[in-house]
């Protein structure tokens, strides 16, 4: 499983000055040289150099991927405005950044969740995919899952709806206790094998995943699969 606390940089580890205190994989930042201004998703520093997973310059108006500049550039975290405006230079290429993943994805690669499967979120919950819950075949019960608990609850039509969700491609240890995943045996292509199959939606735990056979919840620890991420829509 993938453990946060090793992605935090500490500043007076590196041959060069960051200005910004606390970085982590995953920050976007606003950066300048003498030359130009650009914001940035970080991936990691190395030897005085900030690898990024996107790179956007303000100037000449110029989006790059996974590349590096010098850490001494790097200036402050962007605010939200900021990030946003990124966001849409993104959408205009068809990529998004997925944040729990720390990863840009292509929109036009991504799949949905087909309608013969139910996922479910409490009503009224802004975006969380840790709340997604997946029904059994009938709909009369849902699944969910934490680090150490799972269980199958009574699906209340008055405190659950309906959520459409993608399949955003990751390894296993990117997921995260409480994450709903997709697994499959048959390498991804244009069509996803499998995604209709109840079975194979799982609810991530510390140790292990669930998922549901019949009206039963199996524990699994089986991690040779090809992984989605289940994310909302």
């Given amino acids: 499983m993938k453990n946060n606390n090793q992605d935090v940089f500490e500043a007076e580890k590196y041959k060069r000055p960051i200005f910004v205190q606390n970085l982590k994989k995953g920050d976007f930042i606003i950066c300048q040289s003498p030359a130009s201004t650009w914001i940035c998703i970080v991936s990691h520093i190395e030897d005085g150099k900030v690898h990024y997973f996107i790179n956007y310059n303000y100037r000449a108006k110029l989006l790059r991927q996974n590349d590096w500049f010098l850490a001494d550039y790097a200036k402050r975290k962007a605010t939200e405005e900021e990030k946003e405006a990124l966001q849409q230079v993104l959408d205009k290429e068809h990529l998004v950044w997925i ?57 209340d039509p008055r405190l659950l709806e309906r959520v459409d969700c993608l399949l955003i491609p990751c390894n296993y240890n990117e997921l995260e206790s409480g994450d709903t995943a997709f697994r499959t045996k048959y390498k991804p292509s244009e069509f996803i094998i499998g995604s209709n199959d109840i079975r194979n939606y799982v609810k991530i735990q510390k140790q292990g995943y669930t998922y549901i056979n019949g009206e039963s919840l199996i524990k699994c620890y089986d991690t040779d699969y090809h992984w989605f991420k289940v994310t909302m829509g």
């Fill in 99 to 155: 944040d729990p993943l720390n990863k840009i994805v292509n929109l036009n690669a991504l799949s949905f969740v087909p309608e013969s499967i139910t996922l479910l979120k409490p009503t009224g919950l802004k975006k969380s995919d840790k709340h997604i819950g997946v029904c059994t075949a009938d709909n009369l019960k849902v699944m969910y899952g934490a680090a150490d608990t799972y269980g199958l609850f009574y699906n």
